[in-house]
T-cell receptor, first 117, second 113 residues
Framework: GAGVSQSPSNKVTEKGKDVELRCDPISGHTALYWYRQRLGQGLEFLIY????????KSGLPSDRFSAERTGESVSTLTIQRTQQEDSAVYLC???????????????FGPGTRLTVL | GESVGLHLPTLSVQEGDNSIINCAYS??????FIWYKQESGKGPQFIIDIRSNMDKRQGQRVTVLLNKTVKHLSLQIAATQPGDSAVYFCAENGSGNTGKLIFGQGTTLQVKP
């Protein structure tokens, strides 16, 4: 497809389980971002990739959260030992910026709705 | 800390009227601002952006105004249509240079037919 895709669209898990969320950015986009959106709130930045490197991980809320990117394409966000407060929509965005510059439009995927029981 | 906030959580307008959505930002180092529209179950969609060297930018039926003196951003939608019903977020780039965006809480726009 032409846009950013994410999978799964919905994920229900039990507290304490690990989950993996996947993002497929727009082909050729070098910059990739993960955000979290709690119910009724704005988006919170989690991590930024330029190529396969993550120069900004400042938004990851704890060491239970990690992300990687391979082939300058697909990215996976992993949450270990999930907690109920991790319940949110996790959104991925990509942009064509080659320098991580702040002026390039970010295209968002539809998100993964994570529910931790 | 850094924050971007919106003045009103919900705005209800009549179809055909103009809508104005406001936003306050706190980081004076921000030099890039964006408005996003988010429909239920979807990711945010870019509407319009503005850099700090401008105070007004127009798009199709939308205008963004930036007042750096009072750190205020607004989105004006002309002739609001039912399809404009959504949550609108303002975002700023903060003091970093990575493209990381700082989002406000969002304003729900309800268009009455």
């Amino acid at each position: 497809g032409a846009g950013v895709s994410q999978s799964p669209s919905n994920k229900v898990t039990e507290k304490g389980k690990d989950v993996e969320l996947r993002c497929d950015p727009i082909s050729g986009h070098t910059a990739l971002y993960w955000y979290r959106q709690r119910l009724g709130q704005g988006l919170e930045f989690l991590i930024y990739f330029q190529g396969n490197s993550a120069p900004d991980k400042s938004g990851l809320p704890s060491d239970r959260f990690s992300a990687e990117r391979t082939g300058e394409s697909v990215s996976t966000l992993t949450i270990q030992r999930t907690q109920q407060e991790d319940s949110a929509v996790y959104l991925c965005a990509s942009s064509s910026s080659t320098s991580g510059g702040p002026y390039n439009e970010q295209f968002f995927g539809p998100g993964t709705r994570l529910t931790v029981l | 800390g850094e924050s971007v906030g919106l003045h009103l959580p919900t705005l209800s307008v009549q179809e055909g009227d103009n809508s104005i959505i406001n936003c306050a930002y706190s980081n004076s180092a921000s030099d890039y601002f964006i408005w996003y529209k988010q429909e239920s179950g979807k990711g945010p969609q870019f509407i319009i952006d503005i850099r700090s060297n401008m105070d007004k930018r127009q798009g199709q039926r939308v205008t963004v105004l930036l007042n750096k003196t009072v750190k205020h951003l607004s989105l004006q939608i002309a002739a609001t249509q039912p399809g404009d019903s959504a949550v609108y977020f303002c975002a700023e780039n903060g003091s970093g240079n990575t493209g990381k965006l700082i989002f406000g809480q969002g304003t729900t726009l309800q268009v009455k037919p």
